[in-house]
Nanobody, 116 residues
């Protein structure tokens, strides 16, 4: 199983980034997927999640600014981040949620830095 994130970088406050996570080794179309982030000295937190059926949920701090989506033909989940704030600075991780007894899987993370 591989989850490979891309799209992180340095952006000014108010800017946008689009993260991608391409997967292999899982049945992507039915797998719940999520984006998490971890800032220095803080616990990892859920940013957004999407079910196999396309239902989404978001952390209150990103509602209205971030959009999670998936392309089952490409085995890829995206996180469009708009109106970025310095407090969005973190390492962002892609997660393939567990199904039944199968554990969840994590990507290696991609750094997002928002300058003020």
């Amino acid at each position: 199983v591989q989850l490979v994130e891309s799209g992180g970088g340095l952006v000014q406050a108010g800017g946008s980034l689009n993260l991608s996570c391409t997967t292999s080794g899982i049945i992507f179309s039915i797998n719940p997927m999520g984006w998490y982030r971890q800032a220095p000295g803080k616990q990892r937190e859920l940013v957004a999640g999407i079910t196999g059926g396309g239902s989404t949920n978001y952390a209150d701090s990103v509602k209205g600014r971030f959009t999670i989506s998936r392309d089952n033909a490409k085995n890829t989940v995206y996180l469009q981040m708009n109106s970025l704030k310095p407090e969005d600075t973190a390492v962002y991780y892609c997660n393939a949620g567990s199904i039944g007894y199968r554990p969840d899987y994590w990507g290696q993370g991609t750094q997002v830095t928002v300058s003020s």
